[in-house]
């Protein structure tokens, strides 16, 4: 059992991390009927200056675009976090940072993907009334990203999570994991809920992704079950991970804070041989609402 459990989070790292057999989905319907804003809508800084394995260009060329629709101003940061450079923008958006030197498939541990100025920085801009969405997925690139997670009070499991009794096998296996209503893991929140009834959330899916735990007064929002495990890494030790979560959302000062454990439920992506959706693409998820949600909190629509 503990050999096929290490066998399945090797491919899983080496398919995840170097995005081997992953392509951009060229249908995906990026186009919002109805936008949120129009004309100068609020300014989001999305990070490519942590040697991201998603960016506005790849990987989240869809989730860009759908934002940009929705009226949505997308910038992309290209150097390190410093007040000067998150002035101006209402939301920072952070998605697998991995940092210098972490590119190796199985590094014994990845070193952080911020300075400590950085996070100092944007803890501040967060308190003082910016938004964060901060994605960081399976390992190791919880490992890069913990300082940053740190700074909210959230901790990282840094694995990965897995759980047969509760995953979609047709969109990916075991770590690919359910949230939904009919199976009592979709917590009650402002972004599951939306504004109407069209935007509800009923269904979530992520693709391979670490568990969280939120501090006091924060709110999960894709509740991890009794039977999910963190298989740690690299050594594939498993633990449980009742409790804990993949997705929460805080108040932090006068801001506003999302973690999410994967990173590939906000994407739009075409997997393997097979092509198989990945992401916002994905048959019979809400993924593509939920990361249009999730963004209307970060920007004061829901409250």
Not at 78 to 93: D, N, Q
Not at 154 to 161: A, D, L, N, P
Not at 252 to 268: C, D, P, T, Y
């Amino acid at each position: 059992m503990r050999i096929t459990h290490i066998l399945i989070l090797s491919s899983v790292f080496a398919f995840a991390i170097h995005g081997q057999g992953q392509a951009p989905d060229p249908n995906f319907p990026a186009k919002v009927a109805n936008p949120a804003y129009s004309g100068n809508g609020p300014g989001v800084l999305f990070d490519e200056g942590h040697h991201n394995v998603h960016t506005m260009q790849s990987g989240y060329e869809a989730f860009a675009a759908l934002m940009a629709s929705d009226g949505y101003r997308m910038e992309p940061n290209r150097s390190t976090f410093t007040p000067g450079a998150l002035a101006g923008h209402r939301i920072l958006v952070i998605v697998n940072a991995r940092g210098v030197g972490n590119d190796a498939p199985m590094p014994a541990r990845a070193r952080p993907a911020f300075t400590d100025a950085e996070c100092l920085a944007v803890r501040d801009w967060v308190r003082d009334g910016g938004s964060l969405l901060l994605v960081a997925d399976h390992y190791p690139i919880g490992d890069a990203t913990e300082k940053m997670a740190q700074q909210f009070g959230v901790q990282m499991s840094k694995g990965v999570t897995m759980d047969p009794a509760n995953s979609a096998r047709d969109l990916g296996g075991p770590a690919s994991l359910v949230f939904s209503r009919a199976n009592k893991l979709l917590g009650d929140h402002a972004i599951t809920r939306g504004r109407n009834e069209s935007e509800t959330v009923n269904r979530i899916v992520s693709f391979t992704g670490q568990s969280l735990v939120g501090p006091k007064g924060s709110t999960a929002f894709m509740l991890l079950s009794g039977t999910a495990v963190d298989v740690a890494r690299p050594s594939g030790q498993r633990a449980s991970a009742a409790g804990k979560c993949q997705g929460l959302a805080m108040e932090f000062g006068k801001g506003r804070v999302v973690v999410l454990g994967e990173a590939a439920m906000l994407s739009a992506q075409l997997a393997g041989p097979r092509r198989r959706p990945m992401g916002m693409n994905a048959p019979g998820t809400d993924d593509r609402q939920l990361a249009l949600n999730i963004m209307h909190w970060l920007s004061h629509l829901l409250n």
